[in-house]
């Protein structure tokens, strides 16, 4: 059973940064990709970003230039740097694990909230 769980979350004010951990336990397949999404209040979940294995990186329009992912596979966890942060971007974030393009795995989600 694989299982993922974020941190880094927490408060911030307009333009600071934080940085987001996944790690991910369990019995993990090498053929993966490790991805961020986001839930706004009252707005539906969106992608934000994701990393393959072998570390090809892909990023929605709205943080691009802002956020880098990256990850540890030997520690299988993925990270999310987010810099110039805005009220925008206040949101629960998850992390997601896709094994061969079929099995997905969700975190419980991190709160990250700016404010200005």
């Known amino acids: 059973q694989v299982q993922l769980m974020e941190s880094g979350g927490g408060s911030v004010q307009v333009g600071g940064i934080l940085r987001l951990s996944c790690a991910a336990s369990?019995?993990?397949?090498?053929?993966?990709?490790m991805g961020w999404y986001r839930r706004a209040p009252g707005k539906p979940r969106e992608w934000v970003a994701q990393i393959t294995a072998d570390g090809r990186t892909t990023y929605a329009h709205p943080v691009q230039g802002r956020f880098t992912i990256s990850r540890d596979n030997a520690k299988n966890t993925v990270f999310l740097q987010m810099r110039s942060l805005k009220p925008e971007d206040t949101a629960v974030y998850y992390c997601?694990?896709?094994?061969?393009?079929?099995?997905?795995?969700w975190g419980q989600g991190t709160q990250v909230t700016v404010s200005s």
């Open positions: 997601k694990l896709t094994e061969r393009g079929v099995w997905e795995y």
């Open positions: 369990g019995s993990i397949d090498s053929i993966n990709v």
